[in-house]
């Protein structure tokens, strides 16, 4: 079932409270935001201690209004760093993924199309397709101790006492190369981020939209692109482009 004014509608009319209802999930609540009107937009959010904070509202005419603004005035702090804020925004109103990179948030819309393909040599392997394999010793879980509390193990009669430790019952064994500790065998292993071809798709990206929190429209998971206004497009007229 779409989340939408319809399915939030229904879901209030079945509660004690026609106006407002918990939704059982994180804490979240349901409500209208005027609850004599039958046709009033209904918000999803948090309501606690006096502050009230919307993150989905769903209007009549099928469309949905998303944000994510700080409750507090004069606070830099955005609630999109929540997992459970983007969680919510994306569970509530549709859309693919919200995400976060360099202390930044992206929408990813519903459906999303991918950025055309960018072919390039692999930055990880720089081009050879070969990356450092890591080698670590393995354990035995044999060692015994004598009466005196000298460990020693059966099956690795040859171990000095030195190496084995006299606390635990177990100790390394030395890898194949013959080295008790970890260590990087160089260009060891085929690079993981190009599978050994030294070439990688560096585009290929769900298309995204940078966004600071404030109220956007969305409808169908997707977002409803308004035309520029009048003084907009002057705008755009005057300036000369760059680049």
Same mark, same amino acid.
């Given at each position: 079932?779409?989340?939408?004014?319809?399915?939030?509608?229904?879901?209030?009319?079945?509660? &004690?409270?026609?106006?407002?209802?918990?939704?059982?999930?994180?804490?979240?609540?349901?409500?209208?935001?005027?609850?004599?009107? *039958?046709?009033?937009?209904?918000?999803?959010?948090? /309501?606690?201690? +006096?502050?009230?904070?919307?993150?989905? /509202?769903?209007? !009549?005419?099928?469309?949905?209004? @998303?944000?994510?603004?700080?409750?507090? *005035?004069?606070?830099?702090?955005?609630?999109?760093?929540?997992?459970?804020?983007? =969680?919510? @925004?994306? &569970?509530?109103? +549709?859309?693919?993924?919200?995400?976060?990179?360099? =202390?930044? =948030?992206?929408?990813?819309?519903?459906?999303?199309?991918?950025? %055309? %393909?960018?072919?390039?040599?692999?930055?990880?392997?720089?081009?050879?397709?070969?990356?450092?394999?890591?080698? #670590?010793?393995?354990?035995?879980?044999?060692?015994?101790?004598?009466?005196?509390?000298?460990?020693?193990?059966? !099956?690795?009669?040859?171990?000095? $006492?030195?190496?084995?430790?006299?606390?635990?019952?177990?100790?390394?064994?030395?890898?194949?190369?013959? $080295?008790?500790?970890?260590?990087?065998? %160089? !260009? +060891?292993?085929?690079?993981?981020?190009?599978? #050994? /071809?030294?070439? &990688?798709?560096?585009?290929?990206?769900?298309?995204?939209?940078?966004?600071? #929190?404030?109220?956007?429209?969305? !409808?169908? +998971?997707?977002?409803?692109?308004?035309?520029?206004?009048?003084?907009?497009?002057?705008?755009?007229?005057?300036?000369?482009?760059?680049?």
């Amino acid at each position: 079932m779409a989340l939408d004014w319809q399915w939030a509608s229904d879901y209030l009319s079945h509660g &004690r409270k026609k106006y407002i209802r918990p939704l059982y999930d994180r804490g979240l609540y349901i409500w209208k935001e005027n609850k004599w009107d *039958p046709d009033s937009s209904i918000h999803v959010g948090w /309501t606690y201690s +006096g502050v009230t904070q919307r993150f989905v /509202t769903y209007h !009549k005419n099928s469309t949905t209004t @998303i944000q994510a603004l700080s409750p507090y *005035p004069n606070n830099s702090w955005s609630p999109l760093r929540s997992y459970s804020t983007r =969680f919510t @925004i994306v &569970r509530y109103a +549709g859309l693919h993924s919200l995400i976060q990179k360099d =202390f930044k =948030f992206y929408i990813i819309e519903s459906d999303p199309t991918q950025t %055309p %393909p960018k072919i390039q040599g692999c930055r990880k392997c720089k081009q050879s397709g070969l990356v450092n394999k890591y080698c #670590g010793p393995t354990t035995c879980w044999e060692v015994n101790h004598h009466e005196d509390g000298t460990p020693y193990c059966e !099956k690795h009669p040859n171990l000095v $006492v030195s190496q084995l430790s006299p606390y635990h019952r177990w100790h390394y064994i030395p890898c194949e190369h013959d $080295v008790q500790d970890g260590h990087n065998i %160089p !260009k +060891g292993e085929n690079c993981y981020y190009c599978n #050994g /071809t030294g070439k &990688r798709d560096y585009g290929s990206k769900l298309e995204r939209t940078l966004w600071d #929190g404030s109220p956007l429209r969305i !409808k169908d +998971g997707k977002i409803i692109k308004s035309s520029a206004s009048l003084l907009e497009r002057m705008i755009a007229d005057y300036v000369e482009p760059i680049g």
